[in-house]
């Protein structure tokens, strides 16, 4: 009877345990990983419907699985820094583990791999920009004439602009694209937020954090870019209204302009056909004069 009690606690014991999978999502990274012989996969599309069978197994089960995005290239790097033997089933585990707690992860909810798949690659992407932009600003130093940190200075201002954004949009979900044309591409940071008919507006604070860093970034280094908001209410036709950054400022576009830039792919340029039933127009007045703290750098 005790042997029987202790089987039946580590079961209940193991459904508590939360797992991540490390997933290699191309064909490249696939065969990057076939170098090592205690890697025993040979053909990525079997390696992929044997990962979306354990998945279900283990939710199935009850356990909750995140899967992570598996580099290879990060992944020899993590096993020289930490004097790890690459070709070894622990060595992967721990750097799995590594990715739980700091890299590009989604949660398994039963989802197909083919909508998964495009879901981390698109967190990966977010993750990569907001960690280059965060680099850039951290670079940029003080000032020549003021001694001011820029890249504060600048994150300053984006937080103000951003906020008098909000302020001013009308209740409603509302879903704003930052895009800053900074070498070596564009950097695109997306922000969703849902304003109440009361002023009360709620977002998801690291959204916000990423996204007022890639338009800070567009501040500090006077790159090109725009911001550009959809408000969608019950009811009511949804508004599409934007801003040209020009220095520390948002300059509202003109109908015929926001339909120009909403219209456009931000990739490759290619016009994209508009939605029927969506009033382009002129943006709210942010009632953002020149602030005492702000600089020209």
Known sequence: ????????????????????????????????????RTFTFDDHTTYLRQVEDLLRSLAARGGHTTVALFDPQEYAQFCADNGLEPDAPASRTRFTAELAATGPTVPYEGQPLAELVPDLLEEAVRQSTWRYATAVLAHLGDCASCGEDIGHAAFSRASRLLARVLDTASPGHLHLVCSVSAAPQTLV????????????????????LEFTTVLALGIATHCAGGLVMRTTAPDATDRVHGWRLRRE?????????VFDAYCTDIESGDLVAPESGVDYCAPPDLGDGPHPTDHTH
């Open 1 to 36: 009877m005790p042997h029987t009690e202790h089987q039946t606690m580590r079961r209940v014991l193991r459904r508590e345990i939360a797992g991540t999978i490390g997933l290699l999502t191309d064909e490249h990274d696939f065969t990057a990983m076939r170098r090592y």
């Open 189 to 208: 940071a997306v922000l969703s937020a849902d304003r109440d008919p009361d002023g009360t507006t709620r977002l998801d604070e690291t959204e916000a």
């Open 249 to 257: 400022r948002l300059e509202p576009l003109t109908a015929a302009e």
